[in-house]
């Protein structure tokens, strides 16, 4: 995930309001004409700037999306760009989509818990944060900052899957993680495979035409929860999707609670708990699930009881 110095922010800002030379850059802002390349350099890296054949020193945004979020953000002022410096941006869109404890925030973020609680309090004071003992959220007033940390993160991992694949997909994006398709992987550092994708490790042949990663800021060790939770974040209508979901987790077992406290943190608990009362031989009015027949008769394929 794209993390920001307030040295680029002030760069980017510059850019943003007209500097567009590390000329002007230099000659308007306290930055030396070698600081003003390093930081250009860097958020060109960071694909915030675009790139200019005709000119390598005409600077301007670049048209990605966590792009034109940040020029939104720096161009309001209605947060000081100090806000989302450093580890501050990371706790942020940790937080962006829903509330979340100082202890889910720091394994996310990498960060030790008194880290985050320290980041938490600066934020609060400015605004931005709520705190209710442990748990963080961002107001439901606060859109505008809101907005900006979806946008941007969805932006950023859009750019990291660029950089692992040629012609990588996105296809589910919160926070300080993703899940993308992908033919082959550049680099494959950090990319775990998911979903059906992975189910093959475990006996389970599904006939898949491309290949399914899951990427995450703190790295995880993926579960067979978290591989069944994924197919059902690509594709919830896929009663085929489901039922091998189903398959995997009977076969190899797994923890209820953390298949219901992670379903609801990625937003499908409804789904994965009709799914847990499913697989306790309880019927579910569930249009989504596979008819019992069915589901039993793949079992017996794989000699699952």
Same mark, same amino acid.
């Given at each position: 995930?794209?993390?920001?110095?307030k =040295?680029?922010?002030e760069?980017?800002?510059?850019?943003c309001?007209?500097r567009?030379?590390t000329?002007?850059?230099?000659?308007t802002?306290?930055f030396?004409?070698r600081?003003?390349?390093?930081l250009v350099?860097?958020?060109?890296?960071?694909?915030?700037?675009? $790139?200019?054949r005709a000119?390598?020193?005409?600077?301007?945004p670049?048209?990605?999306?966590h792009?034109?979020?940040?020029r939104?953000y720096?161009i309001?002022?209605? =947060?000081?760009?100090d806000?989302?410096?450093g580890s501050?941006l990371?706790?942020?869109?940790?937080?962006s989509?829903r509330?979340?404890?100082l202890? %889910?925030?720091?394994? $996310?973020t990498?960060?030790t818990?008194?880290?985050v609680r320290?980041?938490?309090?600066?934020? %609060?004071?400015?605004g931005?944060?709520?705190?209710?003992?442990?748990?963080?959220?961002?107001?439901r007033?606060?859109?505008?900052m809101t907005?900006? #940390?979806?946008d941007?993160?969805?932006?950023?991992?859009?750019?990291?899957?660029?950089?692992?694949?040629?012609e990588?997909m996105v296809?589910?994006?919160?926070?300080?993680?993703?899940?993308?398709s992908?033919?082959?992987?550049?680099?494959?550092?950090g990319?775990n495979?998911?979903?059906?994708s992975?189910f093959?490790?475990?006996?389970?042949?599904?006939i898949g035409?491309t290949t399914?990663y899951h990427?995450?800021h703190w790295?995880?060790r993926?579960r067979?929860?978290?591989?069944?939770? =994924?197919?059902l974040?690509?594709?919830?209508?896929?009663?085929?999707?489901?039922?091998?979901?189903?398959? #995997?987790?009977?076969?190899?077992?797994y923890d209820?609670?953390?298949?219901?406290?992670?379903?609801?943190?990625?937003?499908?608990?409804?789904?994965?708990?009709?799914?847990i009362?499913?697989?306790?031989?309880?019927?579910?009015?569930?249009p989504?699930?596979?008819?019992?027949?069915e589901?039993?008769d #793949?079992?017996?394929?794989?000699?699952?009881?």
């Amino acid at each position: 995930m794209i993390t920001l110095t307030k =040295h680029e922010l002030e760069a980017f800002e510059a850019i943003c309001l007209g500097r567009d030379s590390t000329k002007k850059m230099s000659g308007t802002t306290s930055f030396s004409s070698r600081t003003a390349y390093r930081l250009v350099r860097s958020l060109r890296q960071k694909g915030l700037l675009a $790139e200019d054949r005709a000119s390598e020193d005409r600077l301007k945004p670049s048209s990605s999306l966590h792009s034109a979020a940040l020029r939104r953000y720096v161009i309001s002022r209605q =947060h000081p760009p100090d806000a989302i410096s450093g580890s501050k941006l990371l706790m942020l869109i940790s937080v962006s989509s829903r509330a979340k404890s100082l202890e %889910r925030v720091a394994a $996310e973020t990498l960060l030790t818990k008194g880290t985050v609680r320290v980041l938490a309090w600066s934020l %609060r004071n400015l605004g931005i944060l709520t705190m209710d003992g442990d748990l963080i959220r961002i107001p439901r007033s606060n859109m505008p900052m809101t907005n900006f #940390l979806l946008d941007f993160a969805r932006g950023a991992n859009m750019a990291l899957v660029e950089s692992k694949a040629k012609e990588g997909m996105v296809l589910w994006s919160e926070g300080l993680e993703c899940i993308f398709s992908a033919a082959a992987l550049i680099d494959p550092e950090g990319a775990n495979r998911t979903a059906v994708s992975a189910f093959p490790d475990f006996g389970l042949q599904f006939i898949g035409y491309t290949t399914y990663y899951h990427l995450a800021h703190w790295r995880p060790r993926l579960r067979v929860e978290d591989l069944a939770l =994924h197919e059902l974040l690509i594709d919830p209508q896929s009663t085929l999707g489901i039922s091998y979901s189903l398959l #995997l987790l009977r076969k190899e077992g797994y923890d209820p609670d953390y298949l219901a406290r992670e379903a609801e943190r990625l937003g499908v608990g409804d789904l994965a708990k009709d799914m847990i009362t499913y697989l306790s031989g309880i019927e579910v009015d569930d249009p989504q699930l596979p008819k019992r027949s069915e589901l039993e008769d #793949l079992f017996r394929e794989y000699g699952v009881t």
